[in-house]
C-alpha cells in the first residue's frame, strides 16, 4: 500500500471535500447520496469496488434467462433482448459496368484462371448488422440531421426581440410625453390628475378562477398538465453537438471495389483536310509523358477521309466493324502533369519514293491554286489510285504533330484558336511539377489529392475548347523511334525550336477536348465490350483508351482484362545479303506451327474488320534497317499452351511494278513463345532472324537456341529489336507469385510434378517449396501484390483452413499463411498511406473484408448461400464427391455443382460433430500445434484429391496463430490488428450462418477453448497497450481503437456476458498500471476511447438491461420485480436502498448496467476535483455522455416516453456525479449582465450595463447570510481548504454536463426521482438547486440581436485568429490537436483557472464556445439568423421547463416529508432566477402559475423567513408588470395582486409588500433603459380591478389599501417620466435623482435605493469619485440604522464615522427616532441593513475612489471596515486590506494626488 502513488489514494479514499461538509453525521440516518468516488457500504450489503476498478460484469446471458420481465407491454419487450434478424449475411450481386461482363470465351479454363475469374464475378459477400446505423458511430448528430429535427417548431415569442428599436421607440416616448403633459405641470401628489390617468386606462385580461379557493393539490395537477402539454420531446434536436473532429467511434463503409480511371478527358475528332485531296490518310493519337519517357496510353486510331477516298481501298479491306469507325475517344490520366502531350500520327498508303518526295505536293500546292494545278493535281490522283490498288494493305509513315495538353485545360477559356502555333511556343510554364511529383502511390483515395498537385492540371472541371491544328511535321524515315519522339516533345518547349525551322505541311485537323462526362453512352471498353447505357449498336461509337499509367498504380483488379501489346522497334538487315530494302514485319499470334493456325486476336485499328489474323508495320522506302513506331494489340487466350507463339515474318515489298517479281518477297523469320516455364513472356527482345522457314516443333523452343542446320542473319545475332508488353489480370508477371499460385493450385489438382521455371517438383518435396514460396511472396512486387490482393488472401485463408494432404501427410501452413498475410498487410500499410482511414485501416483491405471475404466453402449440406454455390471453387468440398464419381471427372463441371445437389447428401452425422471428431478431444494439449491427432478411413479420398474432407473453422485457427505466434510475426499482425480482428469476425458471422446457429443460445455457439483462446488475445493485446502507450503510440492508439472495434462487434455474435468480462479484463490491465504513472492522462484518453467505441453499439441501451431492478447479486430470484406497478413501471414497494443504488454508482448498478456503469464511473473519476492531471480529459469524457444521451434522443426506437423513461434510469448517477462538480462548473451567472441584459437590473446582481460595480466577493456577502451555502460560490475565489484550486471546466463542458443533466430530469421517472429527493440531506438538495440555478443561466435565450451582431462581430476576426484566442482563452485541447499533443506525449495539464483573467475574456468566452459552429462559414442568412434564435428560443423555454418540473417535484418531496423547509428558499431564489432572466411568454405563464401555488402553499416562507427574496420577488413581477407583452403582463399582475391579499391574509396589512413593492419600482425606474410607463400603468389598473372584483375581502380595508399603494406607485411613475425627459441631460437627470431620494429621507429603504441609483449612472459615466460618495452615503445610511438597531462596539456610530470622508454625511443621520422606528413591519428590511451589506458598500466605495485615485479617501474607507474585520477575525480579508493600503499609499508617494484641493463641497448633491 505504501508505494501506492498519491492518485490511487485519493480516488479510494473519503473525498475532502465532503468531509468539510462536516455533515458525516448524517450517513447513519436516511440513506444518503454517498460521494460518488467513495461508495462506502455503509448501506449497501454488497463488496465495495472503488471507482477506479472495474466491476464484475453480470452473466447477461444467464441473467435473461432468470429474470423473465414481468410488464408484458410489447413495447418494453424490445429494450429486453437484440431483435432477431439482427445480422444478415447478404450476397449481393456486384455491379458490372459494362452489359455482358467480361469472361473469356474458352470453356476450358485451367485452375488459376477459373480462379481469378471467379474472383472477379461472384457476389459481394456482405455481412450487415441491421441496426448498425443507430448506433452513434453511424448516427452523428449532423447539421441536417438536427434541421429535420427541428421542423415545426412553435416560434417563441420574448419580449427581448420585441422590444421596439431605437427611432420608433422615440416616437412613442415623445406621443407619451404629450399625453402625459398634465403630470409635469401638476406639483408632485396632484392625486386628482394621477387618478384620472389611471381610471381611464385599460386593464389587461384578467385569467379566470384566480380568485376561488380551489384546493392546492388540484392547482398542482392544473398546472402539471398544462406544463406537460405541448412540450418538445428531443432536448438534444434544441442543442448543438459539442464540435469534435470526426468522433472516434465513426467507421465509414468501405468502398466498393471497382476499376481504376485516372481523370477522364474526351477527344472527339471532327475533321482533317489537306490542301490537296489526292489519297486516305489514316490517324492515330496517343498520350506520351515526356519527363517519364514512355506512352502512357494505347493508340486511338481514327479515320476523317471521305466515302470517295476510302472508296480507293475497297479491294483491300474487308467491310469495316462499327466498332473501328470510333471519331472519339476517352483517355484516363491517373497522374496528370504539365509534361503530357497528345500526339497526332498521320499514314498514306505506301508508294515509291521516300516520305519527303510524297509530302512534297503537300507543302507546295495551295488549296487555292487547285484550278491553276488542275493538271498535275490529275496526275498525282492517277499515281495514287494505282498505288492504292497495288500497295492498298501497307502503309508508309508521313507527318506528325503534337498538342501540350495542359496549355489546352489552364487557357480553354478562349474557344476557337490556332493552337499548334501556341503550343510550339510554350515555353513559358516549366511544369511546377518536378517538386510535387514526389507523391508516387496512387490509390482510389489518394488519387483526387495527388493530382490536385497543380491547379492547372485539373482535367475534371476546365472548360471544353476546339482547336484547329494548322501544322504538321514531316515524318524524318530515320527518325521513327520513340526515342526520337522524346527528343522532339522536349524541343516543342523550348522557345527556339528547332522544329520551327522545319518546314510544315500545311492542313486542318479540328478536334474537341473536354473533361468526360460521368456516364457516357455508347462507349466501348478497351476489349470492345459495350459500356452500359448502349442503347442502340448502330450509332457509332466512342471508345475508352486503356491506360499505360505514368507510375505504378496501387489498386486490386476487378475485371477480366488480358491484353498483349507487341511493339517491333528496329531491325538491322546491313549485313543480310540479298536484296531487302523496303521491309514490313508481318505478325501473327499462333496456337500451332501450321500457317492455318493463325489466331484471330489482333485488333483491328480503323475503318476495317474487329479482330484479324495478321498485322503489318509501316515501310520505310529503301531502308535497310528501318525503324518502327507500330503497336498491335492482341487479345490473349485466356489459357496459354506451350505451343502459343508470335510469328514475325520479314518480307521485302516490291513498290515499282515490274515482271515476273511478286508483290511480297519473304526476308526473315523470328518467333516468340508466349510461356517460359509456364510463365507469360513480355520483356525487351532482341531476336535473331532466321532466313528459312523454322523447322517442325520450333514453337517450344525460342529462336536464341541454335537449331541445327538454320541459316541466320548475321550469324544468328540478334537483329530484330520488338517489345511485348501484356495489360493482364490472369498473368501476375512476378515470379513469385506466379510460382505459389502454381504450386498452390498443383495441390488442387493434384497433378504431379510440377514444373515451375527449370525446377521440376516432386510430390515428396512439395512442402518445403510450397513452404518457402509462401515466405518467399515477401519478395514480389508491391504492384502484381495489390493487383492479385484479393486472389492472394484467398488463397492463403484457404491453406490455413484446408490443411493441404500431401505424400499421404497432413500438412500444417497455418502458421506460415499467418505470417504472410501479416506481412503483406503491412507492406500495403507502409506503402500506401494515401489509402487509410481516420483509424490507420488500408481502404482496399477493408474493402476485401466487407466485399471479398467468406468462407472457403462451408459444409455441402448447407443451404446453399448465393448464386452459384459459395466463393471458393467447389471442388474442396471432398466428402461430397467421394461419394459421386472421381474427381478428375468432375473438375471441369465443378462451377454447376451446386452446394445443395441431392446427390451430395451422404455425409456423415453432422458437419460440426465431423469436424470434433477429426480435431480430436478438447483435452489435447494444446501448446503442441492443436491440429492433428487424426485418424481418417477413406484413403481413397485422400489420394483422390489431396485434401481432407476435414475444414478447419478459419476464426479458430486465426485465434490460435495469433495467440501462438511470436516475433516479428506478432509484432506486424499487432501493427495491423483491426485487419485480423475484422476478419475473425467476419469469419464467425459466416459459420454461424451457414450452421443456422444465428438463432442458437449465444452461450453455445462457439467451444470454449476457441472462447480461451480470444481471451488470452485479448488479454494480451491489452497489456500491450498499457506497456507501449508512451513508446509507440500512434500504434497503441491505433490498437486500442482496433480492439474496441472488435469487441463492439463480439457484442453482436458471442456470449456477451463473456465479452463483458474481456471488457473488464482491458480494464484491469489499465487500473493497475494507472497507479505506477505519473501523468494518467493518455493511458485514461485512450480507455475513453476504447470505452466510446464499445458504447458506440447499436443495441447499447439493451446491453445494460434497462428494465432490470436493482437486485443484490446475492438474490437472483425474480420475485421482486413480479410486483411491478404498470403506471412507473417500479415496484411500488422498491425499499429505499434500492433507490439509493439507483442514484449511485453502487457495486449492483455497476454490475447490472454495465456499459453505463463504465461511462458514468469514467465521468465521476475524471470530473473528480482530486483527480490529479485528467483535467485536458474533461471535455473528452463530456462529448462520450453527451454523445450517447443525444443518440438515445434521437433514436426512433426509444421514442415512446416509457420507454424513454428506462434509457434515463441508466443515466441516474449522472445527476449526483453533477451535483459534486457544481464548484467547478463554468460559472454562467458571471457574465449575466455583460450582455446589455434587456430592461432589468435585479437587485441581486447589482451589475450595472457597464461592468460589475460589486466585486464577486461583495456580491457574496451582500446576498444575505441567511441561507449560506445556497450562495453559489464564484467558481474564481473558491478555494478549498486543501488550498488548491478547483479546476473550472470550459463553458462548452458545462453546458454539455448540464444538457445531459436536463435530458435525464426530463426523461427520468418522477416518482422515482421524487423518492430519490426525499432521501437527500438538505444540503444536497441545496446543491441540486444551485445546480438548476446554473442551468437557468446556462440556457438563457440570447435574443435574436445578439445573434445579428455576433453574425457581424464574428467575421471580422479570421479563422485562424479565432483558433489561437479560443485556445489561449478555453485552455482546453480540441480533440484533434489533443492527438497530436499526445502523440508527442505532451499533453500538458491545462492552466486552470489562470487562463480565464478578465471580465472581458469570460463575455468572448461565453458567446464564442457555445456558438462557435456558426462561425465556421461566413456570413449568414437573414433567415439562418431567425431559424437560429428559433432554436435558442425553444431550447430556453423547454430547458426551463424542465428546471420548473423538477422544482416542483422537489417542492412536492417537502410537502411529503414535511421537513425541509429550509429549501424552498432554494427553490424560490431558482425561481426568481428565471424570472430575471431572458424568458418567453410561454415558460413565463408557466413559472407564474408554480410561483402562485407556492406562496400558497407556504405563505409564511416570504413573509416571515425569506424576507429578502420577497423584496426579490416583488421586483421580477414589477418588472414583468411592465412587459411590452400582454399575457406576461397578465400572469404577472395576477401574481402580484395574490401576493397582497396574501399578505393581508396573514396580518390585515401588507406593509411589507407595499414597502416592497414601492422600493422596486423605484428601483426598476432609476435603472432600466427603455422602461415604458404605459405597459405598467395598464397593469396597475389590472390590480385595481382585481382589488373590485374580490368579493370576499370586499369589506375589510384591502381594497383601500390596494388603491393607495397603487395610486402611490403611480406618483413614483410620475416622477420618473420627468426623468425620462432629461435622459440626454446627465447632470438634471442626476439631480432629479437627488430630489427623489431627499424625498424619500423618512423612508430609509427607498432613499438608499435612490442612493444606489445614482451610484450606478456615475459609475456608468466614468465618475467613479462621484459614484463613491454616493456609496459612502448608503454606507452612512445603513450605518445609522444598524447602531439603532443593534449595539455592538466595532461598528460605525451612525453617520459620524463617515464624516473624514465627506463632511456631507451628516445628512443622512435618521431624522428622529419617533419618525421610523427601524423594528416596524416591512422597515429597513433590505439585504443592506446587514453587517455584510455595509461591509460591501464600503468596500464598494474603497474600489471607486482607488479608480477615482483618491488613495486618502481609500485609506480612511478602510479605516472604518478594518474593525469590523478584526472582529471577525477574518485574516483573509485583512490581508487584502492590508494589500490594498499598501498599494494605496505606495501609489500616493508616486504622485502627489490633488486630494487637497478637491474641496468636499465639490460632492454636495
Known amino acids: 500500500m505504501a508505494e501506492r502513488r498519491a492518485f490511487a489514494q485519493k480516488i479510494s479514499r473519503t473525498v475532502a471535500a465532503e468531509v468539510r461538509k462536516q455533515i458525516s453525521g448524517q450517513y447513519s440516518g436516511s440513506p444518503q447520496l454517498l460521494k460518488n468516488l467513495n461508495i462506502v457500504g455503509s448501506i449497501s450489503h454488497h463488496t465495495t469496488v472503488p471507482l477506479t476498478e472495474a466491476v464484475d460484469p453480470v452473466d447477461l446471458e444467464d441473467y435473461l434467462i432468470t429474470h423473465p420481465l414481468a410488464v408484458d407491454s410489447g413495447l418494453l419487450r424490445d429494450l429486453i433482448e437484440f431483435p432477431p434478424d439482427d445480422i444478415e449475411v447478404v450476397y449481393s450481386p456486384r455491379d458490372c459496368r459494362t452489359l455482358v461482363s467480361a469472361v473469356p470465351e474458352e470453356s476450358e479454363m485451367d485452375p488459376h484462371v477459373r480462379d481469378c475469374i471467379r474472383s472477379y464475378t461472384e457476389d459481394w459477400a456482405i455481412v450487415i448488422r441491421k441496426y448498425h446505423k443507430l448506433g452513434t458511430g453511424f448516427n452523428p448528430n449532423t447539421l441536417d440531421k438536427q434541421k429535420e429535427r427541428q421542423k415545426g417548431l412553435p416560434k417563441q415569442v420574448f419580449e427581448s426581440d420585441e422590444a421596439p428599436d431605437g427611432n420608433n421607440y422615440q416616437d412613442e416616448q415623445d406621443d407619451l410625453k404629450r399625453r402625459s403633459m398634465s403630470i409635469d405641470d401638476t406639483p408632485r401628489g396632484s392625486w386628482a390628475c394621477s387618478i384620472f390617468d389611471l381610471k381611464n386606462s385599460l386593464p389587461d385580461a384578467l385569467l379566470p378562477n384566480l380568485l376561488d379557493r380551489t384546493p392546492n393539490e388540484e392547482i398542482d395537477r392544473q398546472n402539471d398538465d398544462q406544463r406537460k402539454a405541448n412540450r418538445h420531446k428531443e432536448l438534444f434536436a434544441l442543442h448543438p453537438s459539442p464540435d469534435e473532429e470526426e468522433p472516434i467511434e465513426r467507421l465509414s463503409v468501405p468502398e466498393v471495389p471497382k476499376e481504376h480511371f485516372g481523370q477522364r478527358l474526351l477527344v472527339k475528332c471532327l475533321s482533317l483536310k489537306f490542301e490537296i485531296e489526292i489519297e486516305p490518310i489514316f490517324a492515330s493519337l496517343a498520350l506520351y509523358d515526356v519527363k517519364e519517357k514512355k506512352k502512357i496510353s494505347e493508340n486511338f486510331y481514327f479515320d476523317l477521309n471521305s466515302e470517295q477516298m476510302k472508296g480507293l481501298l475497297r479491294p483491300h479491306v474487308p467491310p469495316a466493324a462499327i466498332t473501328t469507325l470510333a471519331r472519339s475517344a476517352i483517355f484516363s490520366i491517373t497522374y496528370p502533369s504539365q509534361d503530357v502531350f497528345l500526339v497526332i500520327k498521320l499514314e498514306k498508303v505506301l508508294q515509291q519514293g521516300d516520305i519527303g518526295e510524297c509530302a512534297e505536293p503537300y507543302m507546295i500546292f495551295k488549296e487555292a491554286d487547285a484550278t491553276k494545278n488542275k493538271e498535275k493535281l490529275e496526275k498525282l490522283k492517277s499515281q495514287a489510285d494505282q498505288f492504292c490498288q497495288r500497295l492498298g494493305k501497307y502503309r508508309m509513315p508521313f507527318a506528325w504533330t503534337a498538342i501540350h495538353l495542359m496549355n489546352i485545360v489552364s487557357s480553354a477559356g478562349s474557344l476557337e484558336r490556332d493552337s499548334t502555333e501556341v503550343e510550339i511556343s510554350t515555353g513559358e510554364r516549366k511544369g511546377s511539377w518536378s517538386e510535387r511529383r514526389n507523391s508516387s502511390l496512387v490509390g482510389r483515395r489518394s488519387l483526387e489529392r495527388t493530382t490536385?498537385?497543380?491547379?492547372?492540371?485539373?482535367?475534371?472541371?476546365?472548360?471544353?475548347?476546339?482547336?484547329?491544328?494548322?501544322?504538321?511535321?514531316?515524318?524524318?524515315?530515320?527518325?521513327?523511334?520513340?526515342?526520337?519522339?522524346?527528343?522532339?516533345?522536349?524541343?516543342?518547349?523550348?522557345?527556339?525550336?528547332?522544329?520551327?525551322?522545319?518546314?510544315?505541311?500545311?492542313?486542318?485537323?479540328?478536334?474537341?477536348?473536354?473533361?468526360?462526362?460521368?456516364?457516357?453512352?455508347?462507349?466501348?471498353?478497351?476489349?470492345l465490350l459495350q459500356v452500359k447505357l448502349y442503347p442502340d449498336s448502330r450509332v457509332r461509337p466512342t471508345r475508352e483508351i486503356l491506360e499505360f499509367p505514368a507510375r505504378d498504380v496501387y489498386v486490386p483488379n476487378t475485371t477480366y482484362r488480358n491484353l498483349l501489346y507487341i511493339y517491333p522497334q528496329s531491325l538491322n538487315f546491313a549485313n543480310r545479303q540479298g536484296s531487302a530494302r523496303n521491309i514490313t514485319v508481318k505478325v501473327q499470334f499462333m496456337y500451332g506451327e501450321d500457317p492455318s493456325n493463325a489466331m484471330p486476336v489482333i485488333f483491328g485499328k480503323s475503318s476495317c474488320s474487329e479482330f484479324s489474323k495478321e498485322a503489318y508495320t509501316a515501310v520505310v522506302y529503301h531502308n535497310r534497317s528501318p525503324d518502327f513506331h507500330e503497336e498491335i494489340k492482341v487479345k490473349l487466350p485466356a489459357t496459354l499452351t506451350d505451343h502459343h507463339h508470335l510469328l514475325f515474318t520479314f518480307y521485302h515489298v516490291s513498290c515499282q511494278q515490274k515482271q515476273n517479281t511478286p508483290l511480297e518477297t519473304p526476308v526473315g523469320y523470328t518467333w516468340i513463345p508466349m510461356l517460359q516455364n509456364g510463365r507469360l513472356k513480355t520483356g525487351q527482345f532482341c531476336l535473331p532472324v532466321s532466313l528459312e522457314k523454322p523447322p517442325q516443333a520450333y514453337s517450344v523452343l525460342s529462336p536464341e537456341v541454335p537449331l541445327p542446320g538454320m541459316k541466320w542473319v548475321d550469324n544468328h545475332k540478334g537483329v530484330f529489336n520488338v517489345e511485348v508488353v501484356a495489360v493482364s489480370s490472369i498473368h501476375t508477371q512476378d515470379p513469385y507469385l506466379d510460382k505459389f499460385f502454381a504450386l498452390v493450385n498443383a495441390l488442387d489438382e493434384h497433378m504431379f510434378p510440377v514444373r515451375i521455371g527449370d525446377m521440376r517438383i516432386m510430390e515428396n518435396n512439395l512442402e518445403n517449396e510450397l513452404k518457402s514460396s509462401i515466405a518467399a511472396l515477401n519478395s514480389s512486387q508491391l504492384e502484381p501484390v495489390v493487383r492479385f490482393l484479393y486472389l492472394l488472401l484467398d488463397k492463403l485463408i484457404l491453406l490455413v483452413v484446408r490443411p493441404p494432404v500431401i505424400a499421404g501427410q497432413i500438412v500444417n501452413l497455418g502458421q506460415a499463411s499467418f505470417e504472410a498475410m501479416a506481412s503483406i498487410i503491412n507492406r500495403l500499410h507502409k506503402n500506401l498511406e494515401g489509402n487509410h482511414d481516420q483509424h490507420g485501416r488500408n481502404s482496399l483491405l477493408a474493402s476485401y473484408i466487407y466485399y471479398v471475404f467468406r468462407l472457403p466453402n462451408t459444409y455441402p449440406n448447407s443451404p446453399s448461400p448465393g448464386p452459384g454455390g459459395l466463393g471458393g471453387s467447389v471442388h474442396y468440398a471432398t466428402m461430397a464427391r467421394s461419394a459421386v464419381r472421381p474427381a478428375s471427372l468432375n473438375l471441369n463441371r465443378s462451377r454447376s455443382l451446386s452446394n445443395s445437389n441431392p446427390d451430395i447428401s451422404g455425409t456423415p452425422t453432422s458437419p460440426d460433430d465431423e469436424v470434433r471428431s477429426i480435431i480430436g478431444s478438447k483435452a489435447m494439449d494444446r501448446s503442441c500445434n492443436r491440429m492433428s491427432s487424426h485418424t481418417e478411413t477413406s484413403s481413397f479420398l485422400q489420394t483422390l484429391t489431396g485434401r481432407l474432407p476435414t475444414k478447419k473453422l478459419f476464426h479458430e485457427e486465426l485465434a490460435l496463430q495469433w495467440v501462438v505466434c511470436s516475433g516479428s510475426v506478432r509484432e506486424?499482425?499487432?501493427?495491423?490488428?483491426?485487419?485480423?480482428?475484422?476478419?475473425?469476425?467476419?469469419?464467425?458471422?459466416?459459420?454461424?450462418?451457414?450452421?443456422?446457429?444465428?438463432?442458437?443460445?449465444?452461450?453455445?455457439?462457439?467451444?470454449?477453448?476457441?472462447?480461451?483462446?480470444?481471451?488470452?488475445?485479448?488479454?494480451?493485446?491489452?497489456?500491450?497497450?498499457?506497456?507501449?502507450?508512451?513508446?509507440?503510440?500512434?500504434?497503441?492508439?491505433?490498437?486500442?481503437?482496433?480492439?474496441?472495434?472488435?469487441?463492439?462487434?463480439?457484442?453482436?455474435?458471442?456470449?456477451?456476458?463473456?465479452?463483458?468480462?474481456?471488457?473488464?479484463?482491458?480494464?484491469?490491465?489499465?487500473?493497475?498500471?494507472?497507479?505506477?504513472?505519473?501523468?494518467?492522462?493518455?493511458?485514461?484518453?485512450?480507455?475513453?476511447?476504447?470505452?466510446?467505441?464499445?458504447?458506440?453499439?447499436?443495441?447499447?441501451?439493451?446491453?445494460?438491461?434497462?428494465?432490470?431492478?436493482?437486485?443484490?447479486?446475492?438474490?437472483?430470484?425474480?420475485?421482486?420485480?413480479?410486483?411491478?406497478?404498470?403506471?412507473?413501471?417500479?415496484?411500488?414497494?422498491?425499499?429505499?436502498?434500492?433507490?439509493?443504488?439507483?442514484?449511485?454508482?453502487?457495486?449492483?448498478?455497476?454490475?447490472?448496467?454495465?456499459?453505463?456503469?463504465?461511462?458514468?464511473?469514467?465521468?465521476?473519476?475524471?470530473?473528480?476535483?482530486?483527480?490529479?492531471?485528467?483535467?485536458?480529459?474533461?471535455?473528452?469524457?463530456?462529448?462520450?455522455?453527451?454523445?450517447?444521451?443525444?443518440?438515445?434522443?434521437?433514436?426512433?426506437?426509444?421514442?415512446?416516453?416509457?420507454?424513454?423513461?428506462?434509457?434515463?434510469?441508466?443515466?441516474?448517477?449522472?445527476?449526483?456525479?453533477?451535483?459534486?462538480t457544481v464548484p467547478q462548473l463554468y460559472d454562467f451567472t458571471e457574465t449575466h449582465n455583460q450582455r446589455g441584459r434587456p430592461m432589468c437590473i435585479a437587485t441581486d446582481d447589482y451589475e450595472s450595463e457597464s461592468g460589475s460595480m460589486i466585486s464577486q466577493t461583495v456580491a457574496m456577502a451582500i446576498a444575505g447570510t441567511s441561507v449560506p451555502q445556497l450562495t453559489r460560490p464564484g467558481s474564481f475565489l473558491l478555494t478549498s481548504t486543501s488550498g488548491r484550486q478547483h479546476t473550472t471546466f470550459s463553458a462548452e463542458s458545462s453546458r454539455s454536463l448540464l444538457i445531459c443533466l436536463l435530458w435525464v430530469l426530463k426523461n427520468a421517472d418522477e416518482t422515482v426521482l421524487q423518492k430519490w429527493f426525499t432521501d437527500l440531506s438538505v444540503l444536497q438538495l441545496n446543491r441540486l438547486l444551485d445546480l438548476l440555478y446554473l442551468c437557468v443561466s446556462c440556457f438563457e435565450y440570447k435574443g435574436k440581436k445578439v445573434f445579428e451582431r455576433m453574425n457581424s462581430l464574428t467575421f471580422k476576426k479570421s479563422k485562424d485568429m479565432r483558433a489561437k484566442l479560443e485556445e489561449a482563452i478555453l485552455g482546453s485541447i480540441g480533440a484533434r490537436q489533443e492527438m497530436v499533443r499526445r502523440s508527442r506525449g505532451q499533453l500538458e495539464r491545462s492552466p486552470s483557472g489562470s487562463a480565464f483573467g478578465s471580465q472581458e475574456n469570460l463575455r468572448w468566452r461565453k458567446d464564442m464556445t457555445h456558438w462557435r459552429q456558426n462561425t465556421e462559414k461566413l456570413d449568414k442568412s437573414r433567415a439562418e439568423i431567425e431559424h437560429e434564435a428559433l432554436i435558442d428560443g425553444n431550447l430556453a423555454t423547454e430547458a426551463n421547463l424542465i428546471i420548473l418540473d423538477t422544482l416542483e417535484i422537489v417542492v412536492q418531496t417537502v410537502s411529503v416529508t414535511e421537513s425541509k423547509e429550509s429549501i424552498l428558499g432554494g427553490v424560490l431564489k431558482v425561481l426568481l432566477h428565471s424570472m430575471a432572466c431572458n424568458q418567453s411568454a410561454v415558460y413565463l405563464q408557466h413559472c407564474f402559475a408554480t410561483q402562485r401555488a407556492l406562496v400558497s402553499k407556504f405563505p409564511e416562507l416570504l413573509f416571515e423567513e425569506e424576507t429578502e427574496q420577497c423584496a426579490d420577488l416583488c421586483l421580477r413581477l414589477l418588472r414583468h408588470c411592465s412587459s411590452s407583452i400582454g399575457t406576461i403582463r397578465s400572469h404577472a399582475s395576477a401574481s402580484l395582486y395574490l401576493l397582497m391579499r396574501q399578505n393581508f391574509e396573514i396580518g390585515n396589512n401588507f406593509a411589507r409588500v407595499k414597502m416592497q413593492v414601492t422600493m422596486s419600482l423605484s428601483s426598476l425606474v432609476g435603472t432600466s433603459q427603455n422602461f415604458n410607463e404605459e405597459f405598467l400603468r395598464r397593469s396597475l389598473k389590472t390590480i385595481l380591478t382585481y382589488a373590485e372584483e374580490d368579493l370576499e375581502l370586499r369589506e375589510t380595508t384591502f381594497p383601500d389599501q390596494v388603491q393607495d399603494l397603487v395610486f402611490n406607485l403611480h406618483m413614483i411613475l410620475s416622477d420618473t417620466v420627468k426623468m425620462k425627459e432629461h435622459q440626454e441631460d446627465p447632470e438634471m437627470l442626476i439631480d432629479l435623482m437627488y430630489r427623489i431620494a431627499k424625498g424619500y429621507q423618512t423612508s430609509p429603504d427607498l432613499r438608499l435605493t435612490w442612493l444606489q441609483n445614482m451610484a450606478g449612472k456615475h459609475s456608468e459615466r466614468s465618475n467613479h469619485a462621484e459614484a463613491a460618495q454616493c456609496l459612502v452615503h448608503s454606507a452612512a445610511l445603513v450605518a445609522e440604522y444598524l447602531s439603532m438597531l443593534e449595539d455592538r462596539k466595532y461598528l460605525p456610530v451612525g453617520c459620524v464615522t463617515f464624516q473624514n470622508i465627506s463632511s456631507n454625511v451628516l445628512e443622512e443621520s435618521a431624522v428622529s427616532d419617533d419618525v421610523v422606528s427601524p423594528d416596524e413591519e416591512g422597515i429597513c428590511s433590505g439585504k443592506y441593513f446587514t453587517e455584510s451589506g455595509l461591509v460591501g458598500l464600503l468596500e464598494q466605495a474603497a474600489a471607486s475612489f482607488s479608480m477615482a485615485g483618491m488613495y486618502e479617501a481609500v485609506n480612511e474607507v478602510y479605516k472604518v471596515l478594518i474593525p469590523i474585520h478584526e472582529a471577525n477575525r477574518d485574516a483573509k480579508k485583512l490581508s487584502t486590506i492590508h494589500g490594498k493600503l499598501q498599494e494605496a499609499f505606495s501609489k500616493i508617494v508616486h504622485q502627489s494626488t490633488g486630494w487637497e484641493f478637491l474641496s468636499c463641497e465639490y460632492f454636495s448633491f
Not at 516543342?492 to 505541311?505: K, T
Request: aromatic share 10%; net charge neutral; proline share 6%.
Open 972 to 1220: 506486424s499482425a499487432l501493427q495491423q490488428a483491426w485487419f485480423f480482428f475484422e476478419l475473425m469476425v467476419k469469419s464467425m458471422v459466416h459459420h454461424l450462418y451457414f450452421n443456422d446457429k444465428l438463432d442458437a443460445p449465444r452461450k453455445s455457439r462457439f467451444p470454449e477453448r476457441f472462447m480461451d483462446d480470444i481471451a488470452a488475445l485479448v488479454s494480451t493485446i491489452a497489456s500491450d497497450i498499457v506497456s507501449r502507450f508512451q513508446k509507440d503510440t500512434e500504434m497503441v492508439e491505433r490498437l486500442n481503437t482496433s480492439l474496441a472495434f472488435f469487441l463492439n462487434d463480439l457484442l453482436s455474435v458471442m456470449d456477451r456476458g463473456f465479452v463483458f468480462s474481456l471488457i473488464k479484463t482491458c480494464y484491469k490491465q489499465v487500473s493497475s498500471k494507472l497507479y505506477s504513472l505519473p501523468t494518467p492522462s493518455v493511458l485514461v484518453s485512450l480507455r475513453l476511447d476504447f470505452l466510446r467505441i464499445i458504447c458506440s453499439h447499436e443495441h447499447y441501451v439493451t446491453l445494460n438491461l434497462p428494465c432490470s431492478l436493482l437486485t443484490p447479486p446475492a438474490s437472483p430470484s425474480p420475485s421482486v420485480s413480479s410486483a411491478t406497478s404498470q403506471s412507473s413501471g417500479f415496484s411500488t414497494t422498491v425499499q429505499d436502498q434500492k433507490i439509493a443504488n439507483m442514484f449511485e454508482l453502487s457495486v449492483p448498478f455497476r454490475q447490472q448496467h454495465y456499459l453505463a456503469g463504465l461511462v458514468l464511473t469514467e465521468l465521476a473519476v475524471i470530473l473528480d476535483p482530486d483527480a490529479e492531471g485528467l483535467f485536458g480529459l474533461h471535455k473528452k469524457v463530456i462529448n462520450m455522455v453527451h454523445n450517447l444521451l443525444s443518440s438515445h434522443d434521437s433514436d426512433p426506437r426509444y421514442s415512446d416516453p416509457q420507454i424513454k423513461a428506462r434509457v434515463a434510469m441508466l443515466y441516474l448517477p449522472l445527476i449526483g456525479i453533477i451535483m459534486e
Open 452 to 527: 490536385s498537385g497543380d491547379d492547372s492540371c485539373n482535367l475534371t472541371s476546365f472548360r471544353p475548347a476546339t482547336l484547329t491544328v494548322t501544322n504538321f511535321f514531316k515524318q524524318e524515315g530515320d527518325r521513327l523511334s520513340d526515342e526520337d519522339l522524346y527528343k522532339f516533345l522536349a524541343d516543342m518547349r523550348r522557345p527556339s525550336s528547332v522544329l520551327r525551322r522545319l518546314r510544315p505541311i500545311t492542313a486542318q485537323l479540328k478536334i474537341d477536348i473536354s473533361p468526360a462526362p460521368e456516364n457516357p453512352h455508347y462507349c466501348l471498353t478497351p476489349e
